[in-house]
Nanobody
Framework: QVQLQESGPGLVKPSQTLSLTCTVS??????????WSWIRQPPGKGLEWIGY???????HYSPSLKSRTSISRDTSKNQFTLQLSSVTPEDTAVYYC?????????????????????WGQGTQVTVSS
């Protein structure tokens, strides 16, 4: 059974870069046909898909966050990483990593759902000076 665990700083200053890592166990991030996603939930709001790195290594980002987002992977460590630059308090959220199948990725992009795929427990990130 695959397990995902987010890690990274819980507090980031405005204008800095938020960096989170998802460590995967029980499955390889190169296994066909899975998409390794980052999703967030700001306080009092719904889930927002940020982007993914696919089993092939290709990436895809939300248009609204694309200019500030980079997702990479380290296959030797079975990890993938989110970097979000120039953060503001509006980036304060619980950040999740998730494994999503190819059949579900389109739905996850348009309307993320917790019952799709396998999710980490989430990590709170607060942007504040």
């Amino acid at each position: 059974q695959v397990q995902l665990q987010e890690s990274g700083p819980g507090l980031v200053k405005p204008s800095q870069t938020l960096s989170l890592t998802c460590t995967v166990s029980g499955g390889s991030i190169t296994t066909k046909y899975y998409y390794w996603s980052w999703i967030r939930q700001p306080p009092g709001k719904g889930l927002e898909w940020i982007g993914y790195v696919a089993y092939t290594g290709s990436t895809h980002y939300s248009p609204s966050l694309k200019s500030r987002t980079s997702i990479s992977r380290d296959t030797s460590k079975n990890q993938f990483t989110l970097q979000l630059s120039s953060v503001t308090p509006e980036d304060t959220a619980v950040y999740y990593c998730a494994r999503v199948s190819e059949s579900a990725i389109a739905t996850m992009i348009s309307r993320p759902r917790r019952d799709f795929g396998s999710w980490g427990q989430g990590t709170q990130v607060t942007v504040s000076s």
